[in-house]
């Protein structure tokens, strides 16, 4: 006779595409509530996880209140919108970011999971600029009665094809034994943008496919999703772009398909003589399963894999808090 092992519970807030859920869930946190106010990615966590509770709302008009299924969580999980260097909590004007921000910690008041888990810009964790905010939330947290750890993670350290810095924020019950543990790197050396898209680029028949997979031995640079409010969809700014020029890569636009067999490859002609990526590619270099369907047009389902977590570095986090909080496991009555 097996025993079934009760799983650890999680509430996500702007839960995106779902890459830091995702990585969560196969550490073995099940989702309770996931919330984002983006139809588009609530349609994206939907078609792949039908049984997942999807809430469409702004963070700042969520009461967890009227939610009976967040109390007892033992992680609360954001991956929040870029925190500007500029933002400060004394600003009399609103800062929608740091707004967010905010609007997570109040929600340990009302939550009081046994642990919080938030992903941003590293800068948040290591910049002098920075250091008001993380003035602000220890106040608000240590006041509950949590432990801070901020630290760095890097993608390519946990095999995503990708230099991808992330700052992150995990704050523990103090009354659990003080044993958490960053996450330390799961490879021993990067994965290489030509070993994470070789096959997608040899699909249709596309005779370069393993030249060009030759030459592309570096991890990407960070993929940046864009403002959703204005542009098209490209791979980031002009230095990411330089990058990826010197990969034979175009990245400048995506593409609606993986070139074909009769695409000449000659990077020196520029733009014309280089391939731009699919959405689903740069959901490879993400560490996307390659089964994750985004919805919406392609601009749309480019911004979600350009804003999303990487899952890899989801399943490490996961991992590490999952051992941290099986020192004190919960008691029957909270289960």
Known sequence: MTTKTTSLRSVAVCAGAGGLALGLEEAGFEPVLLLDNRTVACDTLRVNRPAWNVLELDLLDFDPA????????????AG?????????????????????????????????????????????????????IREYVAKELTHLGYSLHWFVLNAVDFGVAQDRKQGVLVALDAALP????????????????????????????????????????????????????RGGADLGPTGSKRAWARMGVDGGTVADDVPGPDFVWDPSIGRPGMMPLTVHQAAAL??????WIFAGR????YRQVGHA????????????????????????GNL
Do not use: C
């Not at 929600?107 to 810009?121: D, F, Y």
């Not at 890899?312 to 986090?317: D, E, Y």
């Open 298 to 301: 392609k601009t749309a389902q």
């Open 286 to 291: 993400q560490g996307f399963p390659p089964d």
């Open 66 to 77: 009227d939610y009976q299924s967040t109390y007892d969580v033992d992680l609360l999980a």
């Open 178 to 229: 003080n044993s958490f543990t960053a996450p330390g790197a799961s490879v021993t050396r990067p994965r290489t943008v030509g070993e994470a898209l070789g096959p997608s680029m040899a699909a249709r028949g596309w005779p370069q496919s393993v030249t060009w997979a030759a030459q592309a031995d570096r991890p990407a640079p960070t993929l940046v999703g864009g403002s959703w409010n």
């Open 80 to 132: 929040l919108p870029r925190v500007k260097a500029t933002a400060s909590v004394r600003r009399t004007e609103r800062d929608d970011e740091l707004e967010v921000l905010k609007a997570t910690i109040m929600l340990m008041h009302g939550i009081r999971p046994r642990a919080l888990l938030i992903e941003n810009v590293p800068d948040l964790v290591t910049k002098p600029a920075y250091e008001p």
């Open 309 to 332: 977590s990487p899952p890899p570095v989801g399943r490490a986090l996961g991992d590490a808090l999952k051992a941290a909080l099986a020192s004190s496991p919960r008691t029957a």
